[in-house]
């Protein structure tokens, strides 16, 4: 990458980030079950697996799995089994009283929900096919710049996506109030699928 391209691929990678998608849909859900401090692992999760993602398909992961079409396969039913079961779990939720036991996906399962994700594959193959120039440094120091270029944009995009869970989640009290939102964040996610299709 260039130093000419820098703020253009922030500019992309604060777009991409803030776009609704799976990985902000869970971060919404988070944010309301759990609150913002909770919700913290799983934005560092979400971030973090995204950063290497797009660091090892810019080093050269990304040509393997786009070469072989059983591993995207496997990849796409993945997700899809995995965003309808968590789908399923927002939608039944009951509401966020006291005594309820609030979970989140937490660090791991977030950072690892990256690698099923169609939007984060989109996202990394589209920004190195654009960013990544091939006499501009080696593709280690490429890679690296990419990835922490994006970990830097996607941090304020996706925590408003956390914070607006958060910012709700004392009006979920309500069983009926709750059973709305639960039911259209659940909605929402397994409408995601769609993107698998795509």
């Not at 401090?37 to 786009?66: E, I, S, T």
């Not at 039913?77 to 927002?90: M, R």
């Not at 920004?127 to 710049?145: D, E």
Request: one cysteine or more; aromatic letters at 12%.
């Amino acid at each position: 990458m260039t130093t000419d391209q820098v703020l253009p691929f922030l500019l992309f990678a604060v777009v991409a980030a803030v776009t609704p998608g799976p990985s902000n849909l869970i971060l919404t859900s988070t944010g309301a079950t759990v609150g913002l401090l909770r919700g913290l692992p799983c934005l560092f999760g979400v971030l973090l697996g995204m950063a290497l993602m797009m660091f090892l398909v810019a080093f050269g992961l990304g040509n393997v799995v786009l070469a072989s079409p059983w591993i995207i396969l496997i990849l796409k039913f993945t997700g899809v089994g995995f965003l309808l079961w968590l789908s399923w779990k927002i939608t039944t939720a009951g509401n966020l009283d006291a005594t309820s036991v609030k979970q989140s996906l937490g660090f791991w399962g977030a950072a690892a929900f990256q690698w099923i994700n169609p939007k984060s594959w989109v996202v990394s193959v589209s920004a190195v096919s654009t960013y990544l120039h091939p006499v501009k440094g080696t593709a280690f120091t490429q890679a690296i710049g990419l990835g922490l270029l994006f970990l830097l944009a996607a941090l304020p995009s996706c925590f408003i996506w956390l914070a607006f869970g958060a910012s709700i989640q004392r009006f979920l009290s309500e069983e009926r109030t709750a059973r709305i939102v639960n039911i259209a964040l659940g909605v929402l996610l397994a409408g995601s699928v769609l993107l698998l299709f795509w």
